[in-house]
């Protein structure tokens, strides 16, 4: 009768004047029970504190209060554990919950407590705004962690683990659920103990709706220690609901700077998401699931400063997801930055970032700055994803929508950039060791829109540099080096690849393309294409500097650009060439250093010929002996091969004379290196543990100088034959020397792999 009045009494208060809440509510006890007299102090039947009863009073206060744990009794073990009988009570008053930090018995410093269950259900609901949960193990539970709720913060949490670092005996469906109406959340921050570990969840993370939330410093799909796998099935998704509030301006990892670059440790606000190709499709997802009442998410979402496919320290996964990055369908996505710090790891599996799905597109996306199985020193491939980045830009026809992706460093087992349909802006990016280093394909016509490739390296490329097989994109100021072939343009099956310009006739336009196993730039297509190529330079090709081929020689054998030929060249001398051509023909000129057909030096100057196809150009003058070449581009766009070289007349003799090729200039004396070209060579790839190399020089008389990997430059003659090579990749470097004393400042090279 006495606890009746007591409750009595106490009701009557409540319903006169709230009681505020105490400066903390301090949980000591494992026992899930309720709150024996609501709207008093935290106490149950038994004369406890328990969690359930903390929360109650809490929320009867309406006030901000603190709820933590007794350090005599929470200690980091699993019987820390609180075996809840039901969900919580939604939290609806700001709270901090805060079980302090231990070293648990998983062995790391951890939450000191930790609930488990109920099955199925969820663990913790957040209406309220303003509520923290810091320090708390979850396992068991259906979702440990649902917001709803403004300005909702989780440092420190294990989310789908007990406290001796096991997953229990049920896996969660969900980590930590942030539904439509959570803004502003913090899950996470830059400091070690901010840290939250997602781990053996179906999602580790889902910002489902949610708004201007920050994710960062963060473990998923790895154990508190940083390297145990412990997977996800999905580390992160951030999506719209099928119905309702879109999700925006949502930023996932932080910006570290130059010190952590510079670290091996994924620190600073970098988040570490850790995958397995098994269990595991994407690691960040963008699009979402509709089974799970997903959409793609509206943004603006930015991704930077983490480690996607590596552990805490920066080692490669055992296995990657699928996709590092899901971007899907979701727009104004951002993924690295222009400063120091910005960019992603982002390693294995089978996309680094794929964009696209189903014909819809990914409008506004950039993806900047990036490291894509590479090395964080550039020093080499590291774990690198089938596609470095992959986008379907199938609908887009706006030049604002459409994507970009500069300044990456990628390295790929098959395409560094693979951009499918309307054109992106690839500028920049390094590329290494891929089948093709930029693959450009699908439908551009539609959009009128082609890719503009700029500024971009892109080395040692299996098939080809750039692989061209759609229209209308442009490639400037690109530094193509060994690589299958340099630029390739082709038809694909029935569709022509027509209106591409290779390189630009002004300053910085044009590429660069060398030590190419094949051709520089080879156009394999049907008669009716039109590409035109235009200022380009290069050496050490293994064949022609243009090479158009006819797709079809069977059926269409005038091949590509409409079997258009060569200009002619009548006459060349020291400061203008002259000819004929096609009526109304641009004609390039163009200065050669060796007779090799691989080798262009440098653009000279260019004109249009006259009605009757006769032209001139006038240049700076050149040395007498000099090899001069040429284009013609008809009035559709189309660019011939090279034309035969003619060859300047010889400078005067000086000083007792000079014979050819001497390379004379004042005084007699000669003072121009010569032009090494390596004519023959092994295989890129091969099992053969022999290679021999054949190679020449633009000046009769020359002697010769070889390096093979480390070795110490010794000279040598063509052939040169090495044996008994080990297995793995080996660069080979020769320079020629003149009569002079002259070295070639820049070795002829070609690279090779021995097979083991």
């Known amino acids: 009768m006495k606890r009746f009045v007591s409750a009595l009494i106490a009701a009557g208060c409540l319903l006169a004047l709230p009681t505020p809440a105490s400066a903390a509510q301090t ?28 929360i109650q009073v809490t929320n009867l206060a309406g006030v901000a209060d603190n709820i933590l744990f007794d350090a005599t009794v929470f200690q980091g073990t699993t019987a820390d554990a609180i075996a809840l009988t039901g969900p919580l009570p939604p939290i609806t008053a700001p709270v901090t919950i805060n079980a302090g930090t231990c070293l648990t018995q998983a062995g790391v410093n951890g939450p000191c407590a930790g609930v488990t269950g109920p099955l199925n259900e969820i663990a913790a609901s957040v209406t309220g705004t303003g509520v923290s949960i810091l320090d708390l193990a979850f396992a068991d539970a259906g979702k440990s962690i649902e917001v709803s709720g403004d300005e909702f913060t989780a440092r420190g949490n294990w989310l789908g683990l007990e406290l001796d670092g096991t997953e229990g005996s049920d896996d969660p469906d969900f980590g930590i659920a942030l539904e439509p109406g959570a803004e502003e959340a913090q899950i996470g921050g830059t400091t070690d103990v901010a840290r939250n570990v997602f781990a053996n969840t179906t999602v580790g993370l889902r910002l489902r709706g949610a708004q201007d939330s920050v994710v960062e410093g963060n473990y998923f799909g790895v154990g508190p220690d940083g390297t145990t796998p412990a997977l996800n ?38 988040n570490v998401f850790v995958s397995s190709s098994i269990t595991s499709e994407y690691s960040i997802d963008l699009h979402g699931l509709v089974a799970f009442e997903e959409k793609p998410a509206t943004g603006p979402t930015t991704i930077l400063g983490n480690y996607i496919g590596l552990d805490a320290t920066g080692e490669p996964a055992t296995e990657a997801a699928q996709s590092g990055i899901r971007v899907g369908s979701a727009n104004e996505v951002t993924i690295g930055g222009a400063d120091p710090g910005d960019g992603n790891q982002i390693h294995g599996g089978s996309f680094g970032v794929f964009a696209g799905a189903l014909g819809v597109p990914a409008k506004k996306l950039t993806v900047l700055g990036n490291m894509i199985g590479r090395a964080r020193d550039d020093s080499g491939p590291l774990f690198p994803p089938g596609d470095g980045v992959s986008i379907s830009s199938a609908g887009i026809t706006a030049q604002a929508d459409t994507a970009k992706v500069e300044g990456n460093y990628i390295s790929a087992d098959g395409s560094g950039v693979d951009s499918h349909s309307t054109g992106a802006v690839i500028k920049g990016n390094h590329i290494y060791e891929a089948n093709r280093g930029i693959w450009a394909h699908g439908d551009t016509e539609g959009s009128g829109i082609g890719n503009k490739i700029e500024g971009n390296t892109i080395a040692d490329a299996l098939l080809a540099g750039v692989y061209i097989q759609n229209d209308l994109n442009v490639l400037t100021d690109n530094h193509l080096d060994g690589n299958g072939t340099g630029v390739a343009i082709e038809n694909f099956l029935t569709l022509d690849s027509t209106e591409n310009v290779i390189g630009g006739d002004g300053a910085a336009e044009g590429n660069v393309i060398t030590n190419s196993e094949g051709d520089a730039i080879e156009i394999s297509d049907v008669e009716g294409s039109q590409n035109e190529v235009a200022a380009n330079s290069g050496s050490g090709n293994g064949d022609r500097f243009i090479d158009l081929r006819a797709a079809n020689p069977g059926t269409e054998p005038i091949g590509p650009n409409g079997g258009i030929k060569p200009p002619v060249i009548s006459t060349a001398a020291k400061t203008e060439a002259a000819g004929s051509a096609e009526p109304n023909a641009v004609i390039r000129v163009f200065r050669k250093a060796t007779a090799s057909p691989g080798e262009l030096d440098s653009f000279l100057g260019k004109v249009t010929a006259d009605g009757s196809g006769n032209w001139k150009v006038i240049y700076a003058a050149v040395p007498g002996e000099t090899r001069i070449t040429a284009t013609q581009t008809n009035s559709e766009g189309g660019t011939s091969e090279l034309a035969p070289a003619a060859i300047t007349p010889a400078d005067p003799a000086t000083h007792g004379g000079s014979g050819p090729n001497d390379n004379t200039g004042k005084e007699g004396s000669d003072d121009k290196a010569p032009q090494t070209t390596i004519r023959k060579g092994p295989k890129k790839k091969s099992q053969s543990t022999a290679a021999k190399f054949k190679f020449t020089s633009s000046e009769a008389g020359s002697t010769f100088q070889c390096k093979l990997d480390k070795k110490p430059v010794k000279k040598c003659k063509s052939p040169k034959k090495y044996k008994g090579l080990k297995p793995g990749k080996h ?3 020769v320079w020629a020397a003149d009569a002079a004393g002259n070295k070639d400042p820049t070795p002829a090279k070609k690279k090779f792999e021995v097979l083991g």
């Open 731 to 733: 660069v080979f470097k």
């Open 233 to 270: 099935t999905r580390n992160l998704v951030v999506a719209d609901p099928a119905v309702g509030v879109a999700a925006t301006g949502n930023t996932v990892g932080a910006a570290v700077g130059e010190t952590g670059a510079e670290t091996a440790a994924c620190d600073l606000g970098c």
């Open 27 to 54: 949980v000591n006890t494992v026992i899930d029970e309720p709150d024996d007299i609501p709207g008093g102090e935290c106490k149950t039947a038994a004369n406890k504190c328990s969690l359930r009863a903390a």
